[in-house]
C-alpha cells in the first residue's frame, strides 16, 4: 500500500506536463505568437542551465508557450528533452508516451527538426534502448553535425556499449560548447568506466562548477574517489581519499532538500548506503545502522537497501531484524541468490 501512494506521488509529478490546450498555428496570431516564443527563449535558457532544480520549470514554461500556440514544434521537441533530462531513468510508462508523442508530433510539424530526433533518442536512451537511440540521433547530427547537444545525446548512448567512443564524442561536444554543464558529468562517466579516475575527478569538479547545487556531483566525486583506492594504495592515501569521499557525501546529504525531490532521492540514498558500508567495513556497526535507517526514511523499497539491513543485523546477532529485512528485500528481487543465501538459517 505504501508503495502504491509512492508510485502516486512519482505520477502526479506528470500533470505539469498535461496535454496543452488546443490552439492550432492557424488560429493563433501573430502577437501570440510572440508571447509563446517568449516562453520558449525562457524554457531553453532554463533547460541549458543544465540544473535539475530547473528542469521543472522549464518544463512549466515550454507548456506555456504551447498553451497559446499548441502547434510550435520546438516547443513540443523542447517540452519532450526537458521531460526526458528531469526524469531521467526513471521515466514511468505513461511520462515517457507522452513526451514521446509530444517529439513525434513536434516532427510532423517539421520533419527537419533537429531537435524533434534528439528529444526522440534522449528518451529512448532513458529507456536503456541505445541501439535505437543512436540510430536517431544520428538523424539530428545529419541536420546539425556540430551541435553540442545532438553530440552529448550520441554520446551518452554509447557509454555503455562503448566508453572509449563515448569520450571522443562527448569530448567533441564540449569542444563545440564549453559551457554545456551535463557534457561534463558524462564525460567523468566515460573516464570512469575507462579507469580513469583522475580524469573523472576533474571533469566532475568542472560540472560543480557550472551546476554547483546538484548533489549527483558530489556522489560522483565521491565514488571515483573510493575507486582510486587499491591494495597497492599507501595506507595515508588511503585514508586521505576516505575522508574525502565521506565529507563530499555528507555535502551531497547537506545539499539536498528537506523534502528529498524526486531526482535527489537515488543520490541521497547512495550517499547514505555508502557512507554505511564505509563505517560497516571499520566495524562500526551501530554508525552503519543509523545510516541505514535514514536512507530507509528517504526510500524504504531498495532491494539493496533492505539487503544491508539484513547482513548488519545478522552480524550483530539480531536474527529476527536480519529476517525482516532480509524477507522484504525478498519480495522485491525473487530470485536472487545472495538474499536466498542469506535467509538460509534464519
Request: with cysteine.
Amino acid at each position: 500500500m505504501k508503495k502504491a501512494k509512492w508510485l502516486m506521488m512519482i505520477c502526479l509529478a506528470s500533470l505539469v506536463f498535461a496535454p496543452a490546450c488546443k490552439k492550432g498555428v492557424e488560429s493563433a496570431s501573430e502577437p501570440v505568437k510572440k508571447q509563446a516564443e517568449d516562453h520558449y527563449t525562457k524554457a531553453r535558457r532554463l533547460f541549458l542551465a543544465c540544473d535539475p532544480d530547473q528542469y521543472p520549470e522549464a518544463i512549466k514554461e515550454y507548456q506555456m508557450a504551447l498553451n497559446l500556440w499548441d502547434e510550435y514544434p520546438e516547443a513540443l521537441a523542447g517540452l519532450a528533452e526537458a521531460v526526458s533530462m528531469w526524469r531521467g531513468f526513471n521515466l514511468t510508462e505513461k511520462e515517457f508516451g507522452d513526451a514521446y508523442q509530444n517529439a513525434q508530433r513536434a516532427l510532423r510539424l517539421n520533419p527537419e527538426l533537429a531537435a524533434g530526433y534528439r528529444a526522440m533518442a534522449d528518451l529512448t536512451r532513458h529507456r536503456r534502448d541505445n541501439e535505437r537511440a543512436l540510430r536517431q540521433i544520428e538523424m539530428a547530427l545529419r541536420i546539425e553535425p556540430d551541435n553540442a547537444e545532438d553530440l552529448y545525446v550520441k554520446g551518452s548512448a554509447l557509454l555503455d556499449i562503448n566508453p572509449e567512443e563515448a569520450y571522443k564524442v562527448l569530448l567533441e561536444a564540449k569542444t563545440q560548447n564549453p559551457e554545456l554543464g551535463k557534457v561534463y558529468f558524462n564525460l567523468a562517466s566515460a573516464c570512469q568506466k575507462l579507469g580513469k579516475f583522475d580524469q573523472a575527478i576533474g571533469y566532475l569538479e568542472k560540472y560543480r562548477q557550472l551546476v554547483p547545487s546538484d548533489v549527483s556531483a558530489y556522489c560522483a566525486l565521491a565514488m571515483n574517489k573510493l575507486s582510486k583506492i587499491s591494495k597497492d594504495t599507501p595506507e595515508d592515501q588511503q585514508k586521505t581519499l576516505d575522508n574525502e569521499a565521506v565529507s563530499l557525501l555528507q555535502m551531497a546529504i547537506a545539499k539536498a532538500s528537506p523534502q528529498q525531490k524526486i531526482w535527489q532521492i537515488p543520490w541521497v540514498l547512495m550517499a547514505y548506503k555508502t557512507l554505511a558500508r564505509m563505517d560497516f567495513a571499520n566495524g562500526k556497526y551501530a554508525d552503519a545502522l543509523a545510516r541505514l535507517k535514514k536512507a530507509e526514511a528517504v526510500y524504504q523499497y531498495d532491494v539493496e537497501l533492505q539487503y544491508f539491513f539484513g547482513v548488519l543485523y545478522k552480524k550483530t546477532g539480531d536474527r529476527k531484524s536480519a529476517r525482516e529485512h532480509l524477507l522484504k528485500a525478498q519480495e522485491l528481487a525473487p530470485k536472487n541468490e545472495d538474499i536466498k543465501k542469506e535467509l538460509k538459517g534464519l
